[in-house]
Nanobody, 123 residues
Framework: QVQLVESGGGLVQAGGSLRLACAAS????????MGWFRQAPGKERAFVAS????????NYADSAEGRFTISVDNAKDTVYLQMNDLLPEDTALYHC????????????????WGQGTQVTVSS
């Protein structure tokens, strides 16, 4: 079993920054690729970024490339998503997730999910 708890969401003005954190626990979480997804009201859950616990294989959605950075802190068992130059269209519930796959942008491949943290970007 893997447990994931997100934090760091909030309300920010367009152009601002936020850093989301995902604390992982459980005996096997390091076997999993870690991802961030987001879901806006009325829309499907969308891939944002993913990374391995080694720090390798960072992968981004086109919408995140150049503005968001995913990283890991193995000492804290935490995955981060640094979000800069935020836009109103980044407003969504952001979820951390874990997949046994070596690489995937499809939410159906992810086995474990956190409850999410809300990000709201005002114009």
């Amino acid at each position: 079993q893997v447990q994931l708890v997100e934090s760091g969401g909030g309300l920010v003005q367009a152009g601002g920054s936020l850093r989301l954190a995902c604390a992982a626990s459980g005996r096997t979480f390091r076997r999993y690729l870690m991802g961030w997804f987001r879901q806006a009201p009325g829309k499907e859950r969308a891939f944002v970024a993913s990374i391995a616990w080694s720090g390798a294989y960072a992968n981004y959605a086109d919408s995140a490339e150049g503005r968001f950075t995913i990283s890991v802190d193995n000492a804290k068992d935490t995955v981060y998503l640094q979000m800069n130059d935020l836009l109103p269209e980044d407003t969504a519930l952001y979820h951390c997730a874990a997949t046994i796959s070596s690489s995937s942008q499809y939410y159906g491949d992810y086995n474990y999910w956190g409850q999410g943290t809300q990000v709201t970007v005002s114009s």
